[in-house]
Structures are given as C-alpha cells and as structure tokens.
C-alpha cells in the first residue's frame, strides 16, 4: 500500500504508537496516508479503536516477519 | 467532530504499578481526543508530589507523616513484589530496556497532551499538603464536587 508518510514505532509498546500517532497525524493533510510500522501486535486492534474515536479513516495492515503496518488515511483537519 | 468525550479519572493509590497503569490509559484517551481529568486523593497524591527538595507542613505529626510518606513520581514502590526496592527497581529496569516511558516521563507527556491534574483539597489539608508540595504540572487543588461534575459528564469513569 502506498503512504504519504511514515511513522517507525518498531520495538515501541502502548502506549507510545498511539501516543505517536497521534502526534504525526497532524503533519498531514485530509486525504493523505499515514503508514505506521511496529512490531507489537497490539497496534492492530489499538489502531483501529483509534481511527473509530478519532473519525480517521483504517485502511488495514500489512505483516510479513514480525513486522506489522497499519495504514491510516486522514479523514479531516 | 462533535463535543469531546470525556474521561475522569480517579487515582487513590499511590503504588508505581497502579500509576503506570493509569497514566498509560490517560495518554492513551488523550491521543484519541478525549479530554481526561485526573483527580488524585489520599495515597494517589504521592504520585504528583514533587520529586526534589523538602515538602513544608505544620505540626509534627504532619511533618512525620511527610516524612515517612514522602512520595514523588520516582520513589513509589510496586504493589506486589517490591522486596525492599529490589523488585521496583528490577521493573525499572526491565521497562527502561523495552524502550517503554517512565512513569516522570508519561506525567510530563499527558501533561503536554493536555490532561488536567487536580489534587483534592481535603486531603491535601489533611496530610498538610500545600500547592507548592506538587509538581508544576498540576493544574489546582479543588473537592469532590469538581470531580462529580466532571466524572457525570464522562463517558468513562475510572477509580484506581
């Protein structure tokens, strides 16, 4: 999938992707990608309840050897 | 979005594990755009007193309370397992190696993501606790009823 932004929160645990996320959230714009890489599978689940609270758009996750990226689309500014 | 939602928290313990705990899910809300209020009361307010220097209260029994409850982000202990510091200060170290934030660390982030910080006056008056026995990221001092109208215009109440 293709992002306009990343985010690298690999060896970080929750708090912190979300904490983080939604700090980099604010850098882009409506429409765009944001492509948030981890390695702690609770993001999967924290990500989506996150772009339900936040009316952000969840695109969906990608995983290949331990390596997970969501993918969440700005909704709004 | 409409109105923000709002999450109200009470913290009565003081135990390192129970902080962590609580301001993990206050940073938390507050990335997802909730407004979160955290009302610390007895034990709870060893967790916002300040870390450094002397704390000035009246009466000696006041200043021994103070004494052997000195309190301050970085002195609390587990709730289970503390064996005399050891056991703290191998999760300490444990969370420090995982890259996870400190529990000084997740106080200034929640503060800077705006969550208020309010110390209950009663017993702050107490334990002989005045403003400037906290750290600066407390907003105020203020009673029950503050916490009452904010906790029934919350969504998610929690009591820790």
Redesign the interface.
């Known amino acids: 999938m293709k992002a306009d932004e990343s985010l690298d929160c690999i060896g970080l645990y929750c708090p912190m992707p979300i904490v983080k996320t939604a700090e980099k959230i604010k850098q882009l714009k409506a429409g765009q990608v944001l492509e948030v890489m981890a390695d702690d599978k609770g993001i999967i689940k924290d990500m989506s309840a996150w772009c339900r609270a936040t009316g952000n758009e969840f695109l969906g996750t990608e995983q290949k050897d331990g390596e997970i990226k969501v993918y969440v689309k700005k909704s709004h500014e | ?1 409409a109105e923000k ?1 709002k999450l109200t928290m009470v913290m009565f313990s003081g135990d390192l594990d129970r902080a962590l705990a609580g301001f ?2 206050a ?2 809300a ?5 407004e979160v209020t955290i009302f610390f009361t007895f034990w709870g307010l060893n967790i916002i007193k300040k870390n450094e220097g002397s704390l000035k209260s009246q009466g000696w029994m006041r200043k021994m309370l103070n004494v052997m409850n000195r309190g301050g982000s970085r002195r609390l202990k587990l709730s289970k397992l503390d064996m005399l510091g050891l056991g703290t200060g191998m999760i300490k170290k444990m969370m420090k190696e ?4 400190s529990l000084d660390e997740l106080i200034i ?1 929640s503060n800077q ?1 705006g969550v208020k910080l309010i110390a209950c006056t009663t017993t702050c008056g107490m334990m002989g606790l005045s403003e400037d026995s906290f750290r600066s990221e407390v907003e105020s001092l203020a009673g029950a009823a503050y916490f009452l109208g904010e906790a029934t215009q919350s969504k998610v109440t929690l009591f820790i």
């Open positions: 979005m939602e993990m899910i940073t938390t507050a990335s997802m755009g909730m995982m890259n996870m934030p982030m993501m």
